[in-house]
């Protein structure tokens, strides 16, 4: 008899336990499932006056990137995006329609070109927009081996909260690539690049690569 009702006592223990760890289980499915928030990602964009940026102010002289380059920059910057259960990203095609479909105001100011933004981010649905600005492109002259004037970029990458129409967040990032010789502090990065001249592109991913990590993308 005893040995009857330890074996019914048993089996209800593991009832339990199984019923216990199914719920656990369930409970974890739909943080997988639904991502926490969206951030949206605009294409590369260059700016030309001082009210295209929404903080700082254009240099004196700058050289604008080629067409093709900034489309590589968007694949470059998507890539870097990194997609989590907690992050969904918007991007691409879908993005590109709403920065062409969005009606610009006529009255040329930051104010207006945040309030821009603020829109594109509605149109995608997002809680977030990230709005990456190219401001100054000078392209290598030479080769990886020996250059007469190095790459230079200058790009912004704004983060806006598309409820609030406020500007969360501002990387900035300025840098002329120059011999190890002339700044020693930069020997890790000399390392990483092989001892070689890179290009403009090769530069924005840098920088693109820092900005996100600073911006907690």
Known sequence: MRSKN????LLTLCLVFASACQR???ATEPTKMNPQFTVAVAPF???HENWDLLTGYMPDKVTSPKADALIDLDDALFKAMHVTPERNVIAGAKAKSCVDSVHRSPDQSRTTTLKYWQEVGKCLDAQYLLVPIVVNWKEREGSAVGSTSPAWVILDLYLINVKTGGLVNHFHYDYQQQPLTDN???MDKFLKRRGQWVTATDLAREGM???LKELGL
Not at 6 to 9: E, P, Q
């Open 184 to 186: 020693i502090l930069d």
């Open 6 to 9: 330890s074996i019914l006592f």
């Open 45 to 47: 964009t260059v700016a």
């Open 209 to 211: 690569e820092k900005g």
């Open 24 to 26: 656990r289980v369930a």
